[in-house]
């Protein structure tokens, strides 16, 4: 039997590269969609590329053909930004995130893929009262336009008949290791504590970008259609005890954060995901991750 072939678009973004390496180490054939071909080192196996518009008269049949599966996690969005990702142009963000997405969404069905997979977000919720558990029954609420375009993605999805099974994966706050270049999403606050800045309490949900991957592989690969809609988060993590690493690694005496309230925070109910045999790598590959983070700044 050959090997799956699966698109990802945006796969040398900061989410879209932890899919990649897992897709790839689980056997995949693995195509990257993207604006700029990635650098031949970029990922532990070479990939496949072809060019990536989110302009939905660019969507093509094409880009799919001879492809079993297709993994959606291109967004186009200020850097750095996902709230508020749509600067002073919210039409142009609508465009190219809502109907480029569906385009290609209507595409790749009509190349036959069998199963896509769309990175949605936690944002579609939108606020709840502090402390509600967040499970995929729940009716969603976005307060952003972030959160409606992803929730009004999802829902064409959803739509889309026939043979073709879309699920929609709505991720928390995404952490690991930054690609070549660029910066992890802790670096500043690690140099803020380690610096004696007063730093913040906060308290949020979290999982590793490496946990996103795995997710997205054990929905491909699962034998019976999964669910259209998937909570995918792992810790409910408070800045003192994230600093707390950093503390013992470096051995600073620079006072840790108070503790945040984690009872006005909305975890996310992962039973679904679970069921399919998603196992996150919680406070292990946390504190792993981290200790490997300071080794490397």
Known sequence: MSAPHTIVSGGTGYVGRFIVEELLSAGHEVTVL?????????????????????????????????????????????????????????????RRNLDGSIALFEAARSAGISRLVFLSS??????????????EEHEPCPDTLYGQVKLEAERALASLGGPFHGVSLRVTGVYGPAGKGQRHKWADLFEDYLAGKVIEPRVATEVHGQDVGQAVRV???APEAPSPLLNVSDLLLDRQDLLAIVK??????????????????????????????????????????????????
């Open 248 to 297: 013992d690694k470096k051995g600073c005496r620079h006072p840790l954060p108070p503790r945040a309230d984690g009872r006005a925070v909305n975890a996310m109910r992962t039973n679904r995901l679970r069921s399919l045999g998603w196992r996150p790598g919680g406070e292990a590959l946390l504190t792993e991750t981290v200790i490997r983070l300071l080794e490397q700044s």
């Open 122 to 135: 936690r944002a579609v919720y939108g606020p709840r009262p502090p402390g509600t558990l967040l499970a």
């Open 219 to 221: 929905v491909l690969e």
């Open 34 to 94: 993207g604006r700029r071909r990635p650098a031949r080192d970029y990922f532990s196996t070479p990939v496949g590329f072809l060019p990536l518009s989110l302009e939905p008269d660019q969507a093509s049949p094409s880009s799919f053909e001879g492809a079993d599966f297709f993994v959606h996690a291109a967004f186009d969005h200020i850097p750095g930004k996902y709230r508020g990702g749509e600067g002073d142009d919210p039409q142009a963000f609508r």
